[in-house]
């Protein structure tokens, strides 16, 4: 048996990040042991190299677990989605506009109700850690409960989430809107209750400037300013009939992004899923103030909402995450968002490397909201959020990943192949959270 307050080390190929793949060369920015060991002690990451020089000097404390032939790496960082949306996932409607009305906004007024809202979150990340992902920008409902609900849950699993009560009232049906004066007070009051507690973090989450009034957004802003190591995360430039509306509601801003600008909500710290029409001002604007564009390829695909530009966000400077979108969204593993992400930057002519990809899923993401060296890596003092993927998973991809010539060979079939199946395993705060079942 495993003393509680004993080492625990990990044998299998490690990988992780320590730069952008984009600004220097592959091997530069990645730190790769074929035969690793990963020493894990008191919820973070005590030591890590190679197994031969490691294992003679661990203490008779340190327990080895044994997984050759599989490759640990960072547990995956999903950069935006719905919880309260589990359950309308794949749901069909004609864009985004329809889709909100036909399916979200009814199935979003079940989660007043706290048992409701508890027992979504359990499946929610039951799931998210199924699929490998430790940490999540996770939007609730307008009801405080259910974010209540979902922080209770995630801080039971000590998982390190960010997560806030959804703001909107206007332009939404009236049993789902707040004020602007009940969505500040509710916002401050689960702030005070959850930002810090064990590993929660808030976010203040305004949910797209078209069902926010501009006094919700202005009061935002103040609690923005109040507080300043909380997140903010909102909706941007998804769609072509989202963009008339918003043009429509706010005739003197000089773009949607401006709107978030004036009233205080571009920042570090700050994510904004979606960005899909923006121009060069937006993302040098984005870039300048370190807000995060979260690209979310699934969506983007199945509502049918546009191309993110990789290349020209890149290219201005602007920090980029992977988001999943679920319910929008069609699946909740970061491997499928990746090969998405990667097929949606072909059809504009760009390559998207799959070291490029992991590292938006771990390190990229710690570093564009600003908790680089505590998640999204391996390096000592970090947490131990850490998957095992497992490149033999199914039987083609044993076969595809049996001929990889390289890293970037076996990575980038992992991505393309890979699902929740090639989750082996995931750990959170050093402990293990999921382990697949043996068959698949
Ligand atoms: N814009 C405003 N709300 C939403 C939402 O719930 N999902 C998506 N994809 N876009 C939105
Ligand atoms: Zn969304």
Known sequence: AVRPDGKIAYRAQLLYFTASPEQIADGDATVYLPDGLLVVHDGHVAQIGDYQAL????GADTSVVDWRGKLIMPGFIDTHLHY????????????LLPWLETYTFPEESRFQNSGHAARTAQFFLDELLRCGTTTALVYCTVHP????????????????????KVMMDRNCPDYLQDTAESGARDSEALIQRWHGKGRQMYALTPRFAPTSTPEQLGLCGELAQRYQDVFIQSHLAENTAEMEWVKQLFPDHRSYLDIYDHFGLLRRRAAYGHCIWLDETDRHRMA???????????SNLFLGSGLFDFAAANAAGVPVGL?????????????????????????SGH????????YLATEGA???LDLGGQIGTLAPGAEADFIVLDPQATPLLARRTARADSLEEMLFALLTLGDDRAVAATYAAGRLRHERSPSV
């Not at 300048?288 to 699934?298: D, N, Q, R, W, Y």
């Not at 929008?328 to 930057?345: C, D, E």
Request: hydrophobic share 40%; aromatic share 4%; charged share 15%.
């Open 55 to 58: 294992a003679a000097s661990l």
């Open 84 to 95: 309260p949306q589990t359950d309308i996932i794949a749901s069909p409607a004609e864009g």
């Open 145 to 164: 409960e259910s974010a209540e609900a979902f922080f209770e849950e995630s801080h039971a699993r000590q998982l390190r989430m960010v997560a806030g």
């Open 288 to 298: 300048e103030t370190g807000t995060l564009a979260v690209h979310c390829p699934t």
């Open 323 to 347: 988001g999943t979108d679920v319910g929008g969204g069609t699946s909740f593993s970061m491997l499928q968002t990746m090969a998405a992400a990667h097929n949606v930057a072909r059809m």
């Open 351 to 358: 390559h998207l490397s799959a070291h490029t990809l992991f």
């Open 366 to 368: 710690a570093q564009g």
